[in-house]
C-alpha cells in the first residue's frame, strides 16, 4: 500500500488522500450543479469548488441532537467565508434567534411567536420588511392585539 501512495505522489505532485478528497469535491460540486443546488444556502450566491457542508438548524441544543445532525435535509452548502462569518448559534436562545434571521423561501415563512414555518399567506403584507410580509402570522398578531386590549 505505501508503494503505491509513494508512486501515486511521485507521478502527480501530491498524496492520494488529497487527490481522493479533491475529487470527491468536484464530483459533489458536479452533482449539485446538475440539480440546480449550486448557491449558498447562507447567502444565496452562487457556489464555486471551495465550499462547506452546513447544518441549516443548529443540532447540538435539538431533542435528538444525533438524528438532526445525520438528518440529510438539514444539510446545506456554504462558501467558506459565509460559514465561517456566521456566529455559532448552538444555544437555546441563539437556535430561536436564528429561526427567526433566516432567509425566506418562496413559499414560507417563520413566525417566531408560534415557532414554526407557515405560508406566506397566513402573513400581512409589509412592504418594509425583506420579505414582503409582517414578522409573525396573522394567528399571533391578532392574540397579541387581543392581549395588548385586555391589558391596557
Known sequence: MS???NYFKEKTGISLG????RLQ???MFDLLKRLGEDNCCICKESLGEDFTLEHVEPWLYSEDPLQKYMDVGNIGFAHH???SGKARRDT???IKKFK???KYSKTHKFCPRCDGFKKLLEFSKHSGSASGRESHCRVCRKKKNTEA???S
Open 3 to 5: 508503494n503505491k501512495r
Open 18 to 21: 488529497t487527490a481522493h478528497a
Open 25 to 27: 469535491r468536484r464530483v
Open 81 to 83: 467565508k459565509c460559514n
Open 92 to 94: 437555546p436562545a441563539q
Open 100 to 102: 427567526s434571521q433566516r
Open 149 to 151: 386590549r385586555r391589558s
